[in-house]
């Protein structure tokens, strides 16, 4: 009960903290409210940590210390009425942040939203028929990393040494221990097996940010990254499997004409090489999948401050679309690359039509 200050002082020192605390460790405490007679949240928190470090005091006359950014110990109070709950987070720092990333680029998409995208597309299925996956415009290679440990049964939080419930009273080691291993074996098992992977990006510091997060994720080597622009053609290797992408939206000024021509390139590239593939688009501008020959889900995905729709689809396949190094799919998309001096490839109109040309012409028609 915490009908105020002072009951909430009173029930926190009930709590048997030092079942949880060291008496010279570290804590912190937040407070969340929802209809409280205590609507100062920052002062609840004050009395929740004044009775914690008061108990400690009175039993052994030493306390605990307030540490906010890594603390021993992270507690949290939601006041709801008349009632308080006290919560112990042993999760620490937030579970979407996988410890790789730290050279990024502008407006990144969160680990765990990429790890989403990745399942909703239906990318566990397609690593059990051994199919690949491209990300041709991959920023700092969020999508590329979660789709490798996904594909190795990883565990996202494995190696983590900022978890809070590492340094808990109640943490059991030697299960922890045991159960790192065991995960270990299984990414080791699966790692021999990892699927043909590869992301481009027209942005040199993208590319470099990218290279630098694979080594600290462990897939230094495993996963391939270039230098390529959309309109240069991103073509497929290896097995159909999934094209994945986060392009961008545009939503400062002057950047839709920019966005209209990813648009455009983007889907220049899908229907020249991508033949038999499914795409996983994620945009703000559900009227592209009609362009892109591929569905809209009705679910809304929240990237920062921006509702964002996947578009999802499985690419028509033709005979006769020949991929990088003269390979094959059994029903591709119905044109060939261009190699040496043949005939280039009719390029889409975004207007629906087609514009044949040769060398510079499609990337010009393709703007």
Not at 308 to 326: I, N
Request: glycine share 12%.
């Amino acid at each position: 009960e915490a009908g105020n200050a002072d009951a909430l002082y009173a029930g926190a020192r009930t709590v048997d903290w030092e079942e949880h605390l060291h008496q010279e460790g570290t804590l912190a405490v937040n407070c969340n409210s929802m209809g409280s007679p205590i609507d100062h949240t920052h002062f609840a928190a004050l009395r929740v940590k004044d009775a914690i470090v008061d108990r400690f005091r009175e039993r052994s006359g030493v306390r605990p210390s307030v540490d906010r950014e890594r603390p021993d110990l992270r507690i949290n109070v939601f006041l709801e009425k008349n009632q308080a709950t006290i919560s112990l987070d042993l999760a620490g720092q937030g579970l979407h942040r996988r410890g790789y990333r730290s050279d990024g680029v502008e407006a990144p998409l969160k680990e765990n939203l990429a790890a989403a995208l990745l399942r909703r597309a239906g990318w566990p299925a397609i690593v059990e028929r051994h199919g690949s996956l491209v990300d041709p415009m991959c920023g700092s290679g969020t999508l590329l990393i979660e789709a490798a440990w996904m594909a190795t049964d990883r565990a996202p939080a494995l190696g983590r040494q900022d978890l809070g419930l590492l340094s808990w009273r109640g943490h059991d080691h030697r299960i922890w221990s045991a159960l790192e291993a065991e995960a270990r074996e299984r990414t080791a098992a699966s790692r021999k097996q990892l699927p043909a992977i590869r992301g481009f990006d027209v942005d040199v510091r993208a590319v470099r940010a990218s290279l630098a997060n694979l080594e600290r994720a462990g897939l230094a080597g495993a996963v391939h990254v270039e230098k390529r622009s959309l309109a240069d053609g991103v073509a497929a290797t290896g097995r159909p499997g999934l094209l994945v992408t986060n392009p961008p939206y545009g939503h400062r000024l002057g950047e839709e004409g920019g966005v209209r021509a990813i648009h455009a390139e983007l889907t220049t590239c899908l229907r020249s090489h991508y033949g038999g593939w499914r795409a996983a688009v994620l945009t703000t501008t559900p009227e592209w999948a009609q362009s892109l020959g591929i569905a809209c889900l009705p679910e809304t995905f929240a990237n920062g401050p921006l509702a964002c729709r996947l578009l999802l689809g499985d690419l028509p396949a033709t005979e006769g679309a020949t991929h990088e190094k003269g390979e094959k799919t059994p029903a591709a998309a119905g044109r060939r690359v261009r190699t040496g001096a043949s005939k280039a490839p009719a390029a889409a109109d975004p207007g629906g039509g087609t514009v044949s040309g040769a060398g510079g012409a499609e990337m010009f028609a393709n703007r």
